[in-house]
């Protein structure tokens, strides 16, 4: 079965840091992409970042780019995504995905497995 579990989210001030953690099991880690994404009250949920199996490639969405990175550790089945510079619009549950295709990085449809999530809020 496989399991997805997200740490380290909670309340930051607005300028701060938070550095969110995903733990894998039950699936072979470095097949899979891994994706975040987020859901702020109200909100269809969206893309945030992704990592490709071995780390080759990252991508992410415009408004965190140069504020937010994405690593992957194969070794110990995990990913992060470092935040930096919160905005309160960042204010949002956070979750992390894996998915076996090639295919539609950004898409939440194309994503297999779905973590429970993480609060982030940032206070302005």
């Known amino acids: 079965q496989v399991q997805l579990v997200e740490s380290g989210g909670g309340l930051v001030q607005a300028g701060g840091s938070l550095r969110l953690s995903c733990a894998a099991s039950?699936?072979?880690?470095?097949?899979?992409?891994m994706g975040w994404f987020r859901q702020a009250p109200g909100k269809e949920r969206e893309f945030v970042a992704a990592i490709t199996r071995y780390g080759n490639s990252k991508y992410y969405i415009d408004s965190v780019k140069g504020q937010f990175t994405i690593s992957r550790d194969n070794a110990k089945n995990a990913v992060y995504l470092q935040m930096n510079s919160l905005k309160h619009e960042d204010t949002a549950v956070y979750y992390c995905?894996?998915?076996?295709?090639?295919?539609?990085?950004?898409?939440?449809?194309?994503?297999?497995?779905w973590g429970q999530g993480t609060q982030v809020t940032v206070s302005s």
């Open positions: 039950g699936l072979t880690f470095s097949s899979v992409t």
């Open positions: 995905a894996a998915k076996n295709s090639v295919l539609g990085t950004r898409s939440v449809g194309s994503y297999d497995y």
